[in-house]
């Protein structure tokens, strides 16, 4: 029962589902060392299979996501992708036909796929699979079930409301449905790519000089900089409605761009963030309280790259019919080859139970000899044994340095959750500048995060309901007399987006947290992601010994040494 799942576009990766597990989970970003790479994950797909010891001939079969017009047309011409992905990433100039191009892909993205795209994609990724040996039969799963099946299949609701909202895939921008763990999905509504909050998102964050498909984040966190525009002010909300389960725009492709480009020049940057955010989130909660009631379900499952978004991750985590809000962790397309690899296994055996997910460290661990090694290759570094690397890191967050911590398996999806994390003290005041000058380079509007232990959550979040939040999928506000204290990991209004750690985890980041909480009374530190700026995810030890070399870190945990300069 070996399911090889793969994605071959926008952040692409491969991942593995084995007896209704889903093993081991890569991105080609991790590999290739470009950001949200896009082409075909030769690189993935040969570590999934190296990380689990297995042959290309022991996967039973092959489930490939997406095969709509656009899709096929750029596996036929992998050219347009990559000038494509170099415009998006700010790396070439637009070039006189930006605006045409823009255009097409509207028109493009609502044509779904058809026998013929079927058969096309197909044949030309069966041929690449070829090229690694890989002969198992391929199934094509269509992108919005299995956005559907990351959320539903391995969460921790046996039952519940599915939601998937993102940009565009095959023709939709998301999907509604229920699901059972051991029936499967029942879909009861596919939203057409033409009324898309996704595409809605994306025109904004291009408006505001910033890359599509990537700096979304940056338009939340801006949004919350802005003063409340009252919504009989906000011209956006008048651009969509829901129906039922439906949503409904006035306006579709470059239409809205326009409309859009009209609001930005009568308002300024955060007014302009505050209006589209505030729009997509009165929209969503309304659909979702809408199909919520359809159905009568409590517990509800989410993801597509619109749940990227934590402060509507929240508030919908907050509505008084959800019991519970799961998100998969990664959330946007980078997850479509684990939904594909999911639903081919339910498809191919149905009687076999899906495990719930677990901490999404699916990608490599690295032991002390492979350690050992590259330290022996850095050559000007000083480094040495440490037998406690969680007690010793805790001891130096309380004297306000800043540490590299590289433990375990590399973390799946866009968080960092105490594999390869950047890690600081979060009660010292102007910490956060000081890292952000010296390392991450983020804009001053981005708050850093918390990861807080679990013993610690209900007296530092206000408004703590329903799970905790493992992987750092929603917004939560710290209590008031805390958020001077805690100004480096919330935003202006005390949000914040804690990854919650279980006080009993067997892991050496939770029993970092348990040290910081004897040092200092709170088990609360900032986590960021461990990346030069614009990188990927650090994956190896020779990775991490290149951005501690060339950022001013002040120690570096990796496995089991302390590495100092």
Known sequence: MIILGIWDGHDAGAALVEEGRLTVAVNEERLSRRKLEIGFPHRAIAECLALRGLSPQSVDAVGLSTSDVAKTLGRLLPWTMEQHYRVRRRLVDPGWGSLLTRRLKYRLTEWPGNGLTRRISR?????????????????????HLAHAATAAFIGPAPRGLVLTLDGVGDGLCGLIGSFEAARGL???????????????????????????LEDEGKVMALAANALPVPDARNPMLALFRVEGLRLVGRFRGAALHRELARICWRNTAEQFAYMAQRTLEELVVQLA???????????????????????????LRLLPEVESCFVFPHMGDGGLAAGAALLVHRRRFPECPFQPLGHPGLGAVYGDAEVGQALREAGDLVWRRCE??????????????????????????PRALGGRSILASAQAPGLARRLNVRLKKRTWYQPFCPAILESDASEL?????????????????????????????????????????????ADPFARLLQE??????????????????????????????RAFRDTSLDHLFLAGYRVSR
């Open 461 to 505: 979040l206000e408004d703590l309901r329903g799970p905790p939040n493992r992987h750092m999928t929603s917004a939560y506000r710290f209590r008031e007399g805390l958020r001077e204290r805690l100004a480096d990991v919330s935003g202006p209004d005390g949000s914040c987006r804690p990854q919650i750690v279980a006080d009993d985890a």
């Open 123 to 143: 044949e030309l990724v069966a041929r690449k699979l070829a090229d690694q040996g890989l002969r198992a039969p391929l199934e094509l799963v269509d992108h």
């Open 289 to 315: 309280r809408n199909a919520l009631a359809a159905t009568g379900e409590s517990h509800l499952a989410l993801a597509g790259g619109l749940f990227a978004n934590i402060r509507l991750n929240g508030r």
């Open 388 to 413: 406690d690397p969680a007690m010793e890191a805790a001891r130096h967050l309380t004297r306000n340095d800043v540490v590299g911590w590289f433990q375990g398996a590399m973390e799946y999806g």
């Open 186 to 212: 029942n879909i009861l509504s596919r939203l057409p790519v033409r009324h898309s909050l996704g595409l809605f998102f994306e025109h904004v964050t291009a408006l505001l000089n910033m890359r599509e």
């Open 516 to 545: 910081t909480k004897r040092l200092t009374g709170l088990g609360i530190v900032l986590n960021t992601s461990f990346n030069l700026h614009g990188e990927p995810l650090v994956r190896t030890p020779q990775e991490a010994l």
